[in-house]
C-alpha cells in the first residue's frame, strides 16, 4: 500500500507547518486530547468508532492517512459530519514557497553598482600597527570604515571598540592568520583598519593657512614607504606640518604609514603637478628653496644659518636632485662626517636637518 502518494508534490516530498487556530482560547473542553475527550470515547468518540470503520472501509480504494502519522489520523474521513477542530491544524505548502527571511525589513539581495564599488575601492586603503592605528582613531574617527583586531590588544583597544560599536562600523575579533590576510602582511601590529584617504592639498590651500614660521619638506622621486614613513616620523617630532611630492597616495601606504608610527596624522601631503612650478609659488610666499647635496660645494648644515620660512628639497640617495630642481635653490646644503660613506639614507638625512632648523627657529 502507497499511502504517502496523496500528500507528495512533485518532488516527493512534503512541507508541512502548524498554525495556532483563532479557537485556541476553548482548548479546555475541545481538544479530544483533553479531559473532555476521554469522556466522549463512550459516545462519539471519532478514533474510536466511525473513524476507525472509515479507514477500514476506505482500504478498498485507497487510503487517506499515511502510515503511522498522528496527524493523518486526524484528517482522514472528510466527508464526516463537521467535529470540533483542534486548536492545531495543518497546512501543506508547495515546494516552491519559502519562508521569508525577518531582516528588519530589508529583503532580497543587495545590488551593488561594480563602477561605484570600484570607486569607493580607489577611496579607501589599509592602515596597520598599533600606534599608527590609534593615532588614526584619535585624530579622524569618522574616516574609519572597518577593523580588525587580535584577541591580545583589544583592552589597548578599548574606547575604539566601543565607539565603533556605538556608530555601526564594523569590527572583527580574528587570529593572527586572518588578520594577516585582511591587512596584508604578517608585520600587521595586531590591528588594521580600512580608512577613508585624506588624498592631497593644493599648494595654494597651503599656502593660504602657513604660519610665520614654517619649514615644509619637498621630496623628488622618493617612493620607498619605509623611508617615506621615517621621514613622517621626523616631521611629526619636529613640527613640519607639509610634504609636497608628486603623488600624494604614496603618504598613505600601510607600510608608511604603520613605520610613521603615528606621525603620518600629523603631516599634509601638498600635491605638485609640477615640482618646479609648485617650489616657484613658494619662493614668491616668501619661503627660501633649500637643497640639498652629498658634495661639499654646498654650505656644511652644521655652520649655516637657516631661514624661518624655508622649504628643504630632498632627492633620491642613487640621483639626487635633477639638474631642474637642483637649480631652483637659494641655497645648499650638506651634512658633514667621516666621508666613509658616499651619502646618508634620506630618512636620516631628513631627521638630522630637521633637527637642525628645529633648534635655530623653534626652541625658545
Known amino acids: 500500500m502507497n499511502d504517502s502518494n496523496d500528500f507528495s508534490g512533485k518532488n ?22 483533553r479531559g473532555g475527550g476521554r469522556d ?55 515546494d516552491s514557497e519559502e519562508l521569508a ?32 592605528c590609534q593615532a588614526m582613531f584619535k585624530n579622524r574617527p ?7 583586531f587580535l584577541q591580545s590588544v ?13 556608530n555601526r562600523k564594523a569590527y572583527h575579533v580574528v587570529d593572527d592568520e586572518e588578520l594577516s590576510k585582511a591587512s596584508g602582511t604578517e608585520h600587521h601590529g595586531g590591528v588594521c583598519f580600512i580608512i577613508k584617504k585624506r588624498g592631497g592639498m ?22 620607498n614607504p619605509h623611508n617615506l614613513g621615517g621621514i613622517m616620523r621626523s616631521c611629526a617630532h619636529f613640527g613640519i606640518k607639509g610634504v609636497i611630492l608628486q603623488d600624494a597616495g604614496m603618504l598613505e601606504s600601510g607600510a608608511a604609514i604603520r613605520t610613521a608610527e603615528g606621525g603620518a596624522e600629523h603631516i599634509k601631503a601638498i600635491d605638485a ?16 628653496i633649500v637643497t640639498t647635496s652629498s658634495h ?12 624661518a620660512k624655508m622649504v628643504l628639497v630632498l632627492g633620491q640617495e642613487s640621483d639626487g636632485l635633477s639638474d631642474s630642481t637642483w637649480d631652483q635653490g637659494d641655497m645648499s646644503l650638506y651634512i658633514g662626517g667621516t666621508g666613509k660613506v658616499e651619502s646618508l639614507n634620506v630618512s636620516v638625512a631628513t631627521g638630522i636637518m630637521l633637527a637642525q632648523w628645529w633648534q635655530q627657529n623653534q626652541v625658545k
Open 154 to 166: 583589544t583592552p589597548r583597544f578599548r574606547d575604539a571598540l566601543k565607539w565603533m560599536a556605538a
Open 202 to 223: 593644493s599648494a595654494d590651500a597651503y599656502l593660504q593657512q602657513a604660519t610665520g614660521n614654517d619649514c615644509v619638506l619637498a621630496l623628488e622621486d622618493v617612493g
Open 40 to 94: 466522549d470515547r463512550c459516545g462519539n468518540d471519532k478514533r474510536g468508532g466511525d473513524r476507525r470503520d472509515g479507514a477500514r472501509q476506505d482500504r478498498g480504494g485507497r487510503s487517506n492517512r499515511p502510515e503511522g502519522g498522528r496527524e493523518g489520523r486526524r484528517s482522514d474521513n472528510r466527508n464526516d459530519a463537521p467535529r470540533e477542530r483542534s486548536p492545531w491544524r495543518t497546512v501543506s505548502k508547495p
Open 273 to 288: 603637478d609640477g615640482l618646479t612650478d609648485t617650489l616657484d609659488k613658494f619662493r614668491k610666499a616668501g619661503y627660501t
Open 101 to 132: 527571511n525577518d531582516h528588519g525589513g530589508i529583503v532580497g539581495k543587495s545590488q551593488i553598482d561594480p563602477e561605484q564599488l570600484r570607486k569607493q575601492r580607489q577611496e579607501e586603503t589599509r592602515i596597520y600597527g598599533e600606534n599608527a
Open 296 to 307: 661639499k660645494g654646498s654650505q656644511d648644515l652644521a655652520k649655516a644659518k637657516l631661514p
Open 12 to 33: 516527493g516530498k512534503v512541507k508541512v507547518m502548524y498554525v495556532r487556530s483563532e479557537e485556541q482560547g476553548n482548548t479546555t473542553g475541545n481538544d479530544k486530547r
Open 142 to 148: 569618522d574616516a574609519i570604515v572597518r577593523a580588525w
